[in-house]
């Protein structure tokens, strides 16, 4: 039979390290404009508590979206051995295009696939390139989306980048930007045979809720006083989000698993997306009571939100890719092993992909 199978995988970790300690002194303010009353450093400490995030990445000045994405997809493709001419598709999950530093305009003109296939020297017009915007589910959604146009007999060979800086659109004085952070990851995959019990794409659940939940994630005025209302910057309803998450999320990795037909003693690994660890926890906790397990194995779900924070469509790419290349302590892939890539983001969008590797 023929399986959806990731043949290699890249990614791009930035240089510039942003702690904790960085936003100790930093004036956050509400919604409503005024000074939180809390103690920076306080506010500091309790986000910590909450989200695991101790410090994050930020690319340098000169590199842009498509930039990282390149460095990513080039370290992929090496990994895959692909010829980059035999490419059919090049899928590119981002969110804000290219936004240059000390700017907030974005740019997507041309796609940041088609930049990115520039900048990786393909030639052949026969490979395809687009973007896809799916909020931070974005990856795990071009990887679906492969699964479909291999499946159709469109393309046999797919690069899947997920690429963002969001350190370029986050509102200083508005806590929730120590969430994020910048980074990209890709991978590569094929078409190929296989047998019953062998690697590939084994299943896959989507979903997208989008009445209320539409403005649970979206760009709004600055909160510091007399901000122009003309910029714009990525603003979360943190509660709204959480509840969302936990609700829908641990259905929706139940619903793709089941659809696999694997039992859920056989699931060494989840990768979810880095938003949160307590969130991350609480979902998979969740999920296993789902099949009436009290508590989810030590050591499934692996994490780098500790060090990374949260870089949207990049979290899982780079997460698997540091995985796989027995880069996370304590963390292992073996062939056979059957693991979900699981996230949720604006939109409100949710996906799951049962893959064994």
């Known amino acids: 039979m023929l399986r959806s199978i990731i043949t290699g995988t890249g990614s791009y970790i930035p240089p510039v390290v942003q702690s904790n300690l960085d936003f100790a002194k930093q004036v956050f303010y509400a919604e409503n404009q005024q000074p939180l009353p809390t103690p920076a450093n306080e506010v ?23 930039d990282i994405g390149a460095i990513a997809a080039k370290a992929a493709l090496e990994d895959s051995k692909v010829n980059p001419e035999e490419i059919d598709q090049i899928i590119v999950a981002h969110n804000f295009g290219n936004v240059i530093k000390h700017t907030i305009q974005t740019d997507a003109v041309p796609s940041l696939a088609s930049t990115i296939k520039h900048q990786l020297g393909i030639r052949n017009p ?7 915007l799916f909020g931070c589910p974005g990856w795990v959604q071009g990887v679906i989306q492969a699964d479909a146009f291999f499946k159709a007999g469109i393309a046999k060979k797919a690069l899947i980048i997920g690429a963002e800086t969001l350190s370029r659109v986050i509102d200083m ?31 896959a659940s ?24 003309r910029i714009r910057y990525i603003k979360m309803k943190g509660r709204k989000v959480y509840e969302y998450a936990m609700k829908y999320v641990p259905a929706a990795m139940k619903d793709c698993l089941d659809k696999s037909g694997i039992p859920i003693s056989q699931l060494k690994k989840v990768f979810i997306h880095q938003a949160n660890e307590k969130m991350d926890e609480g ?21 780098s939100i500790h060090w990374l924070g949260n870089s949207s469509v990049a979290t899982v790419p780079t997460l698997f890719d540091h995985v796989r290349k027995d880069k996370v302590k304590d963390q292992q892939l073996n062939p056979g092993d059957v693991i979900l890539f699981a996230s949720v983001g604006a939109g409100m969008n949710i996906n799951a992909v049962c893959y064994r590797y």
């Open 44 to 66: 500091v400490e309790k986000f910590k508590q909450i989200t695991g995030i101790e410090e994050r990445r930020y690319t340098t000045d000169d590199l842009t979206t498509s």
């Open 206 to 229: 989507v979903q997208t809720h989008s009445i209320e939940e539409v403005d649970y994630i979206h760009m709004g005025q600055s909160f510091f006083p007399g901000s122009d209302p």
């Open 173 to 203: 004085y508005d806590r929730d930007s120590m969430i994020f952070s910048d980074g990209a990851g890709a991978a590569v995959v094929e078409y190929l045979e296989t047998t019953e019990t062998g690697p590939g794409l084994l299943s």
């Open 283 to 303: 979902i998979i906790k969740r999920m296993f009571q789902l099949y009436d397990i009290p508590q989810a194995p030590e050591g499934i779900m692996p994490m």
């Open 126 to 132: 026969n490979c395809i390139a687009y973007d896809i």
